[in-house]
């Protein structure tokens, strides 16, 4: 089993760093062949200079700025069994690759594994309610996937999916920038396999959003749009915003 680590990255020159480490320690502890592509989106900042001071990360060039737009590029440009996800302020825990591998090996029919985010620079109450909400993703991913046949969700940034299955489905949904691009894949995918939540596939990442909107506003913008993707096909919210400078 070969895997592709796919980062995502707009103006991240402060946080790709961190997270690069992250990833490459990963996959010297895993024993998997694997391969990092970083997709520069439209970065006006130092973040593609970053990147390529460290050896055996690829970068590639998405000039169409766009959070599916850049998943789009780096799962047509990598070669992976498994496509793993990750946002470029993430930090991958230890042994995050290998937990990922196992379920893989583990299910035949699973196409997508997510879990949650701990928000790792928040405040102890604000980590407390994100964990409440991400308690709320095992009801669509059980009632509605497996007996509404209505579709599931994943954490955009913490989700690895299998080539196979992204080639069925026809990749990411470019026309969605932000909001619902990761329920979108989820509920395609589940369509053709096994979407799985677990509080296993863990990822550290920054509260920066959540610090700007505030925790319960975002969590209510997510919830939403979730809703609005699998109950409507399409996302409340068209627009989002940066928090770059946060």
Excluded: W
Excluded at 22 to 40: Q, T, Y
Excluded at 45 to 52: K, L, N, P, S
Excluded at 67 to 81: K, P
Excluded at 136 to 151: D, Y
């Amino acid at each position: 089993m070969t895997i592709s680590i796919v980062i995502p990255a707009y103006n991240e020159e402060n946080f790709i760093g961190p997270c690069l480490r992250s990833v490459l320690r990963e996959i010297r502890c895993c024993g998997f062949p694997a391969e990092v592509v970083v997709v520069n989106n439209a970065s006006t900042d130092r973040t593609r200079d970053v990147a390529c001071m460290f050896s055996g990360v690829r970068i590639v060039d998405e000039p169409c700025k766009g959070l599916s737009s850049a998943r789009h590029r780096g799962y047509l440009e990598s070669r992976g069994d498994l496509v793993v996800n990750v946002d470029a302020d993430c930090i991958m825990p230890r042994g995050y690759l290998a937990r990922v591998i196992r379920q893989f090996a583990a299910e035949k029919r699973l196409a997508l594994l997510t879990g949650p985010f701990l928000y790792h620079d928040l405040p102890q109450v604000s980590q407390i309610v994100t964990i409440i909400f991400y308690l709320f993703q095992f009801v669509p991913n059980t009632i509605g996937q497996r007996i509404l046949r209505i579709g599931a969700v994943a954490q955009g940034g913490n989700f690895t999916a299998r080539r196979s299955a992204l080639e069925k489905v026809g990749g990411y949904d470019t026309s969605l920038t932000f909001y619902g691009e990761d329920t979108d894949i989820a509920i395609r995918l589940s369509r053709v396999g096994l979407v799985r939540f677990s509080f296993r596939i863990l990822m550290k990442t920054s509260g920066r959003r959540l610090r700007k909107e505030g925790v319960l506003r975002a969590g209510t913008l997510y919830t939403l749009n979730i809703i609005f993707m699998i109950l409507k096909g399409r996302p409340l919210t068209r627009t989002h915003q940066d928090v770059r400078a946060a």
